[in-house]
């Protein structure tokens, strides 16, 4: 992966302003950069989140049958296929007049996404959050990854990697294979659950449901044994948005957008998601190809908002399933009142969350209509149709228009991360005021500025997670364009410092 040295801009120049470069952002998925303004104080005056790369999903599904789309959009990730897949598919049963879908396709989809959810939410968590959890975000970096979590937990990393193992297999059981499977389509769903699988899946639900308490407990005890850090890392007000079900229970399939803003007051609530033009708008900035989704009632400086497991949380009313209904209700109370507005607390969250799943999915496995009933529904053609849906990261959108001759002619995307964009932009800033000295460039420091942005589990490109380390070179450029200290984290994780850059920066 090739790294360069920014120098800094004729701006930062002119103002008088140092620059730090994070470049690459490592353990997330896709590419991405931060770059930290300072003063001669060492003050951070700018912090942004860059995302350097472009896809053009949107234009290439132009011109392709209506028919394709289900299949072609999860190819945008590798880690949440099923929520692309199903979104589309939401989408395209409108287009089809198949609104509602049969009750076992629903079930069926259902099963599928809540095993999307369980598998998601335990990669995150186990694999790409719990070294800095569990080790301490400044611990030794040859530690600090899953193979150090191994090491030093091993039960907790085989909980990890069996719970989501158990979620795989729910999806290849409904959608026919564990990555970039093909059962929903317009219209409903192309195959039953079969006896022997829901057997197997039925055979250790019980035991997913104990391990996933567990590791709620995990996340729930990391706040306790050090609340000043989980209370203040990266915390900041913010509205909040997702869905809910129309009785206002949380629904991670489909329901109604609610808004609550940075006090929890409902700004917005019952919202047809086919209209979800008429509240959300985006704008644009030049230094970053995601946009920046904003509450068009409140407008752009006032409206961005929140989405994923912090925002569902407060959001809802109610979780419908026992077992996570009592955390959630023990994690509102460490709220004391208030909303939790720490960035850290999407690992609870989100624990709470991959409870509900297991839930969910033990409930429909005892359900019959998974093994038999019409699958497909249809009714009068439209050209239009927009499916929302509960992603793993937040709030997923997708909005097509199709001609008569089935042909889509608009595809509109804004994925989960888009709608956290400015949130993550919020936090990055936050610990970068708090933990950044502008002097001497450590790894733990910049692994402080990552985990703000992990925790919202990102996905930069949605294609497929970054796992392993990336290479890292960082700069601090004096405002007359003098290098004043630059360190590399190669791909081992190893420091070093080079002062005589090879791209020409005076040493």
């Known amino acids: 992966m090739n790294t360069s040295l920014e120098t800094a801009s004729p701006a930062a120049v002119t103002q008088g302003l140092r620059r730090v470069a994070i470049d690459p952002v490592s353990r997330v998925e896709g590419h991405g950069k931060v770059t930290i303004l300072l003063d001669a104080n060492n003050h951070v005056q700018q ?25 072609m959009v999860q190819r945008l990730c590798g880690i949440c296929p099923v929520s692309h897949h199903l979104a589309a598919s939401k989408a395209m049963d409108l287009i089809v007049g198949a ?36 080790f301490g975000f400044d611990s030794d ?15 907790i990393a085989t909980k990890g990697v069996m719970l989501r193992k158990f979620g795989q297999e729910v999806i290849r059981v409904t959608a026919g294979k564990r990555v970039h499977g093909t059962g929903s389509v317009p219209g409903g769903m192309n195959k039953h659950v079969s006896a022997e699988d829901r057997a197997l899946l039925q055979r250790d639900v019980a035991q997913m449901t104990v391990w996933a308490l567990e590791a709620v407990n995990i996340a729930k005890q990391l706040h306790a044994q050090n609340p000043a850090l989980y209370n203040s890392f990266g915390s900041f007000r913010s509205n909040m948005l997702s869905l809910v079900r129309a009785d206002g229970a949380m629904d991670l399939y489909d329901g109604v957008l609610r808004a609550r803003d940075d006090k929890g007051q409902i700004i917005v609530d019952g919202a047809n998601d086919q209209n979800y033009l008429d509240l959300i708008e985006e704008s644009v900035k030049p230094w970053t190809y995601m946009k920046f989704p ?36 023990e994690f509102i109370a460490w709220g004391q009142g208030e909303p939790i507005q720490a960035t850290l607390a999407y690992h609870w969250a989100r624990m709470i969350e991959m409870l509900h799943s297991i839930e969910v999915i033990k409930e429909l496995l005892d359900d019959p209509a998974i093994l038999s009933g019409d699958l497909m529904a249809s009714g009068p053609r439209r050209r239009s149709g927009v499916g929302v849906i509960e992603a793993p990261r937040g709030t997923l959108i997708h909005h097509y ?14 994925v989960s991360t888009t709608h956290n964009n400015q ?14 000295d502008g002097n001497e460039l450590t790894e733990g420091l910049l692994n402080h500025i990552e985990v703000a942005i992990r925790a919202y589990d990102p996905c930069l490109s949605c294609a497929t997670h970054a796992l392993g380390q990336m ?32 791209i020409g920066l005076p040493a």
């Open 47 to 71: 912090v942004r989140l860059h995302i350097v790369e472009f896809r053009g999903f949107e234009k290439f599904i132009e011109g392709r049958p209506y028919w394709e789309v289900p299949v």
């Open 99 to 134: 609104s509602p879908v049969t009750a076992s396709a629903d079930k069926i989809r259902r099963l599928m996404h809540y095993g999307q959810m369980l598998q998601s939410h335990a990669l995150h968590f186990f694999h790409l959050s719990s070294p800095d959890l569990l």
């Open 141 to 155: 970096v040859n530690r600090r990854n899953i193979v150090g979590v191994v090491q030093a937990h091993p039960e």
């Open 294 to 329: 904003f509450l068009k009632s409140l407008g752009p400086d006032l409206g961005w908002y929140r989405v994923g497991p912090l925002a569902r949380m407060q959001n809802c009313d109610f979780i419908p399933s026992p077992l996570a209904e009592a955390e959630r209700r």
């Open 401 to 414: 228009e199709v001609g008569d001759d089935d042909l889509v002619t608009m595809c509109n995307l804004i």
């Open 423 to 436: 949130a993550m932009n919020e936090a990055v800033r936050s610990v970068a005021r708090e933990y950044l």
């Open 471 to 502: 290479p890292l070179d960082v700069a601090l450029v004096g405002a007359d364009g003098t290098l004043i200290d630059r360190v590399i984290k190669s791909q081992s994780g190893q420091l070093q410092r080079d002062l005589a850059s090879a």
